[in-house]
């Protein structure tokens, strides 16, 4: 969460609505400049429910850094990231922990769903509902990846150890270099057709415009996984072409 005011408490909301009720929430305040609107909003919900912690940064990380500090003191098995103006529906970790318990894929750790695109106010579609099912390599993530951290739910038993996010990245593309370094350790992530997400497409957000992306997923190819010139080449334009295609829809 940063100067999150607007949003935060739909997000909040949205996560004591849940059926399934077994779950922590821990809200991470990125250093918010809002005059302490952010945090006192989510100070309310904290007094009022004891499943929920509130972590204030004095300092700002960025989201790979923020992510950081919350995976720091996390308790459950089952992760699942939220950014703070997206909404789970209601039955979204119930549905997900269903097909987790059901699910047959060995090597699967990280699980998604699909999702509907809304506008800053998350009252009507922008664009038709978005669902890429099916199981995801880390070499197919490298054209096109579908999972971003408020569809996803990974299984921390899989893991050796628990995986960070890198740093170094501050809030571009460092969600998509988590998601890679747990598959790049043999496993895969599996998607389902459900929608049951609203993912708010802000005009204002750091990620919203493709051509802002360009350098940073090319420095994910050749100064992160150090891929060789001709194949980043080739992944970053199947990447920008699936991402035309998406917006498209």
């Known amino acids: 969460m940063r100067n999150a005011s607007k949003y935060i408490?739909?997000?909040v909301d949205s996560v004591m609505a849940q059926s399934f009720t077994?779950?922590?929430?821990?809200?991470?305040?990125?250093?918010?400049?809002d005059g302490g609107k952010s945090v006192k909003i989510v100070e309310k919900y904290v007094e009022k429910d004891s499943r929920i912690k509130l972590l204030c940064l004095t300092h700002n990380k960025g989201s790979s850094g923020a992510r950081n500090e919350g995976l720091k003191i996390i308790q459950g098995?089952?992760?699942?990231?939220?950014?703070s103006d997206d909404i789970?529906?209601?039955?979204?970790?119930?549905t997900m922990y269903d097909h987790i318990q059901k699910n047959?894929?060995?090597?699967?750790?990280?699980f998604y769903c699909g999702y509907r695109r809304m506008d800053d106010d998350c009252k009507k579609s922008i664009l038709s509902d978005y669902k890429e099912p099916g199981v995801k390599t880390a070499r197919s993530l490298f054209f096109h990846c579908p999972i971003f951290?408020?569809?996803?739910?990974?299984?921390?038993?899989?893991?050796k150890e628990k995986v960070f996010f890198r740093e170094e990245l501050h809030s571009l593309r460092d969600d998509y270099v988590y998601v890679l370094d747990i598959l790049k350790q043999g496993f895969v992530?599996?998607?389902?057709?459900?929608?049951?997400?609203d993912y708010r497409m802000r005009s204002d957000s750091i990620t919203a415009?493709?051509?802002?992306?360009?350098?940073?997923?090319?420095?994910v190819y050749r100064k992160i996984y150090h891929l060789n010139f001709f194949v980043s080449c080739i992944y970053l334009l199947s990447w920008a072409w699936n991402g035309f295609r998406k917006y498209r829809k």
């Open 9 to 11: 408490a739909q997000t």
């Open 88 to 94: 789970w529906h209601p039955d979204y970790l119930s």
């Open 22 to 33: 077994n779950w922590e929430l821990i809200v991470v305040d990125d250093a918010s400049t």
């Open 189 to 197: 992530a599996l998607g389902y057709d459900d929608i049951l997400v």
């Open 209 to 219: 415009s493709k051509k802002k992306m360009i350098v940073p997923q090319w420095n």
């Open 77 to 83: 098995r089952y992760l699942a990231f939220l950014d």
């Open 104 to 110: 047959t894929v060995p090597n699967a750790a990280i």
């Open 149 to 159: 951290p408020s569809i996803s739910i990974f299984d921390t038993a899989c893991l």
